[in-house]
């Protein structure tokens, strides 16, 4: 186990910044994800604490070791660190047992302790009856739990994985969430996990790093950064959110093109808002108290119903239960009820390129 600190580090490529200003503490233990867009840097952070690359500026320190920056590099084979990439690539004529046992020999580990180790982590991973077959006789969520056990046979201090579930078709994808959270939390071991998935980031982290365009624009629990996104970026990049312009002031915004009032005595801000509104924060009220609109369309997708709802000269986005289909038609006046929604001061000061909330 292992904490993992990196301080002011920056990167960059020639002259184009990749990172910049990087600053964070990953706990012993922790679970920890680069979320964000493609080409935001998340695989260029992973590789410079893995020493595959060397940052422009700054430090990395695992434990109470510095790693990188200065004068001071350390190669990666020293760093006690594990890594699980998208393409897993297992060596196809090696059996599952002798590509989990191969970061062992190669540090010239006894026969018998290799026999141990390797039973023990394919145990964790669940392959245990798979020991004698080839990779190309199993499935890609077996090969890719081969990956992970041979990264984590040498019992690294540190996991890095990088987007090592974009390869499986969607319903395996979901399955190897939970184990892969399920078998680092029981090894206790600090992983760092790089995804542009935020479901996937959500579903397996302790805390998210949403990074983009190379700055760390919110972490924080799961929870946090989906209730209360630090700028619109995040509360964009996590589930779905409609942004409406209004006016803060008296108790009450005024969302103008809705032409309605919403009620809100925390008065946050005041004056010029942007208003963040999650789709399934808003429910019909049958009673005819709540803001007035028509039902436009409803996409009926099982498990919910995905309504567009006239609102003034708004369309406003409302997912609903998979029963309103039957409760309503296209046409029909509802009453709306906003149960949540996010306040952003409208003048520019919560830009996607500040830093606000650590
Ligand atoms: N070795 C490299 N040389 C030049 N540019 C690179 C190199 N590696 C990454 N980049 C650039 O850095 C940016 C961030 O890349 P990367 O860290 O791979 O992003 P992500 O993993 O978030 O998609 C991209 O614009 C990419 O083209
Ligand atoms: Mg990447």
């Given at each position: 186990m292992s904490t993992i600190t990196i301080k002011n580090l920056t990167k960059s490529f020639g002259n184009t910044p990749?990172?910049?200003e990087f600053n964070e503490v990953i706990q012993d233990g922790e679970f920890v994800t680069l979320l964000g867009?493609?080409?935001?840097g998340k695989t260029s952070m992973l590789r410079i604490i893995a020493g595959f690359e060397t940052p422009t500026t700054g430090e990395i320190w695992i434990d109470d070791r510095q790693v990188s920056g200065g004068k001071t590099f350390l190669p990666p084979e020293k760093r006690d660190i594990g890594m699980v990439f998208?393409?897993?690539?297992?060596?196809?004529?090696?059996?599952v047992f002798d590509n989990v046992a191969y970061p062992l020999q190669i540090k010239h580990v006894g026969k018998e302790e290799i026999k141990t180790r390797v039973s023990r982590i394919l145990e964790t991973v669940h392959l245990t009856q798979y020991a004698?077959?080839?990779?190309?006789?199993?499935?890609g969520g077996q090969q890719q739990r081969i990956a992970l056990a041979r990264a984590l046979v040498a019992e690294p201090k540190v996991l890095l994985l990088d987007e090592?579930?974009?390869?499986?078709d969607a319903k395996l994808r979901e399955s190897m969430r939970f184990e892969i959270k399920d078998i680092t939390k029981a090894l206790g071991i600090t992983v760092v996990y790089v995804t542009h998935d935020q479901a996937e980031a959500m579903a397996m982290s302790d805390r998210i790093l949403l990074i983009n365009n190379g700055i760390v624009q919110q972490a924080g629990t799961p929870d946090e950064i989906y209730n209360?996104?630090?700028n619109q970026f995040v509360a964009d990049f996590l589930g779905k959110v409609d942004f409406f312009k209004g006016t803060a002031e008296n108790d009450v915004i005024h969302i103008t093109q809705w032409e309605a009032d919403l009620p809100y005595p925390e008065m946050e801000h005041k004056g010029s808002i942007e208003l963040a509104i999650r789709p399934e924060n808003i429910r019909f009220s049958k009673?005819?108290?709540g803001i007035p609109g028509v039902m436009e369309r409803m996409y009926y997708l099982g498990d919910v119903t995905d309504c567009r709802v006239k609102v003034g000269k708004a369309t406003v986005r409302v997912i609903a239960d998979g029963f309103s289909h039957k409760e309503w038609k296209e046409g029909d006046t509802v009453f709306l009820h906003v149960r949540e929604f996010i306040v952003f001061p409208?003048?520019?000061?919560?830009?996607?390129?500040l830093r606000i909330r650590t």
């Amino acid at each position: 186990m292992s904490t993992i600190t990196i301080k002011n580090l920056t990167k960059s490529f020639g002259n184009t910044p990749v990172l910049k200003e990087f600053n964070e503490v990953i706990q012993d233990g922790e679970f920890v994800t680069l979320l964000g867009p493609s080409g935001c840097g998340k695989t260029s952070m992973l590789r410079i604490i893995a020493g595959f690359e060397t940052p422009t500026t700054g430090e990395i320190w695992i434990d109470d070791r510095q790693v990188s920056g200065g004068k001071t590099f350390l190669p990666p084979e020293k760093r006690d660190i594990g890594m699980v990439f998208q393409s897993y690539a297992v060596w196809p004529h090696m059996n599952v047992f002798d590509n989990v046992a191969y970061p062992l020999q190669i540090k010239h580990v006894g026969k018998e302790e290799i026999k141990t180790r390797v039973s023990r982590i394919l145990e964790t991973v669940h392959l245990t009856q798979y020991a004698d077959r080839l990779p190309n006789q199993l499935s890609g969520g077996q090969q890719q739990r081969i990956a992970l056990a041979r990264a984590l046979v040498a019992e690294p201090k540190v996991l890095l994985l990088d987007e090592p579930l974009s390869n499986l078709d969607a319903k395996l994808r979901e399955s190897m969430r939970f184990e892969i959270k399920d078998i680092t939390k029981a090894l206790g071991i600090t992983v760092v996990y790089v995804t542009h998935d935020q479901a996937e980031a959500m579903a397996m982290s302790d805390r998210i790093l949403l990074i983009n365009n190379g700055i760390v624009q919110q972490a924080g629990t799961p929870d946090e950064i989906y209730n209360h996104p630090a700028n619109q970026f995040v509360a964009d990049f996590l589930g779905k959110v409609d942004f409406f312009k209004g006016t803060a002031e008296n108790d009450v915004i005024h969302i103008t093109q809705w032409e309605a009032d919403l009620p809100y005595p925390e008065m946050e801000h005041k004056g010029s808002i942007e208003l963040a509104i999650r789709p399934e924060n808003i429910r019909f009220s049958k009673s005819g108290e709540g803001i007035p609109g028509v039902m436009e369309r409803m996409y009926y997708l099982g498990d919910v119903t995905d309504c567009r709802v006239k609102v003034g000269k708004a369309t406003v986005r409302v997912i609903a239960d998979g029963f309103s289909h039957k409760e309503w038609k296209e046409g029909d006046t509802v009453f709306l009820h906003v149960r949540e929604f996010i306040v952003f001061p409208d003048d520019g000061s919560t830009q996607d390129q500040l830093r606000i909330r650590t």
